[in-house]
Structure formats: C-alpha cells, structure tokens
C-alpha cells in the first residue's frame, strides 16, 4: 500500500539555524500539507500546497517557513530560523484528486536546542 | 470559531469491554468528519470518516463513530477492545471549501487495562 514517507525521523538543531524537512507523498497525490505537534498541545494545520502554490495557510506560517516540490516528489518545508519554540513533530500529509481524506507520514520530531 | 473538543484527555477500559470516545465540534460549513489514530512512534493513521449519508459509519479495526448533527458529535465507539488498540485518538473536522485543512482535537489517550 502506498504511504507517505518523511526524512529525518529525528532532526536536532541549534537556534538560528535552517532546517528542511522533507517528505515524499504518495505518488499520484495532488494536494500536500504540512501540520505540526508541539509536545502536549493539539496537532494544528501549517500550509497546504496545490499546483506549486500555497492554496491556504495559518497565522503560525510566517516569513520564516517556506514550502517547496523541488521536484516530482519531494514536498519540503524550510524553517529559516529556527526558534527554541519550533520544537515539535512535523507531519506531512497528501491528498488525492477526488478523495477528501489525507493519508499522514510519520512525521519528524524537531528539537531545537 | 471553529473548534474540536474532545473532553476525555486520558480514558482506562479493561481489554474486552467496550469504548466510547467523545467528540464535539463547531464548524459553520458543512463538515467532514474524521478519526485519525496515533501509536506511540508512529504517524497518524486514518480510522474513519464521515462527510453525507448513513451516520453510523464502519471504520477499520472494528471502530465506528456516529454523526449526531444536532448535538454535533462525532463519537467513536468499539464493542470490544483489545491491547492493541492503546493509542491516541484524534478526532478532526475539515471542509471542502478551506482545501480540507484539518482542524484537530487534543486527543483523548486510551490505556487499556489487561
């Protein structure tokens, strides 16, 4: 069964620093999303993506994160510069054409130190 | 605004009896309903769903929820749970027409006693 798939599992980084997390959605898929998990707190929607553009985004989307489909399969979310309150797990979900439902990756844990 | 409570943070059932998990939500469109399942280290895996037609609808691993649009709930029920259903549970709403962005509750933690 086709899944999504997401690199690194485990990403740590300083305070300051760039960070690309990278996800490959499923093949045939159309429509991509990033969300994110602080520790203890409700997973909360960051972008969605259709058609190399940004289709919709949240407030906590600012001028620091940046998506991209660099290519015909990986969908990347940039941080520019990390904050200690970035750390989180980022999951990366895709959708197809016709259906409604997102199918998730496992998503990666960042920890900023 | 549109919001999803699930009020149960943490629910204790012993193997073999039944479940039930609440939901609530508050969405001015017409939803689409979700129950997403989260082991620990794991992704979020799709449960069910629910967006028109029968209520009641079957998911996988034996759950299914109920639409109840008057008390708009979304419970998630199964008769009978095993070990390895301990888990975090996700109840999520969206709407065709915000490009189907998630909008998630806390999540409600199942331990099951043996």
């Known amino acids: 069964e086709p899944e999504v798939t997401q690199t690194p599992s485990h990403q740590v980084t300083q305070m300051g620093q760039e960070v690309i997390l990278r996800c490959v959605p499923i093949?045939?898929?159309?429509?991509f999303y990033w969300y994110r998990q602080i520790l203890g707190q409700k997973v909360e929607f960051l972008v969605s993506f259709y058609n190399n553009e940004i289709s919709e985004k949240s407030e906590i989307f600012d001028d620091q994160f940046s998506v991209e489909r660099p290519d015909g399969s990986n969908f990347t979310l940039k941080i520019r510069s990390t904050k200690l309150e970035d750390s989180a797990m980022y999951f990366c979900a895709s959708r197809g054409q016709i259906t409604d439902t997102q199918y998730f990756g496992p998503g990666t844990r960042l920890t900023v130190l | 605004a549109q919001s999803v409570t699930q009020p149960d943070i943490h629910i204790t059932v012993s193997e073999g009896a039944s479940l039930e998990l609440r939901c609530n939500y508050s969405y001015g469109a017409t939803p689409y309903l979700f129950w997403y399942v989260q082991s620990p280290g794991q992704g979020l895996q799709l449960l069910l769903k629910y967006f028109s037609g029968d209520t009641l609808v079957q998911g996988i691993k034996g759950f299914e929820a109920e639409f109840k649009r008057s008390q708009s709930s979304f419970n998630l029920r199964k008769p009978s749970v095993h070990w390895s259903d301990a888990a975090e549970y996700f109840c999520?709403?969206?709407?065709?027409?915000?490009?189907?962005?998630?909008?998630w509750g806390a999540g409600t933690k199942l331990i099951i006693k043996p």
């Open positions: 093949s045939n898929h159309l429509y």
């Open positions: 999520a709403v969206g709407a065709r027409d915000s490009n189907y962005q998630l909008i």
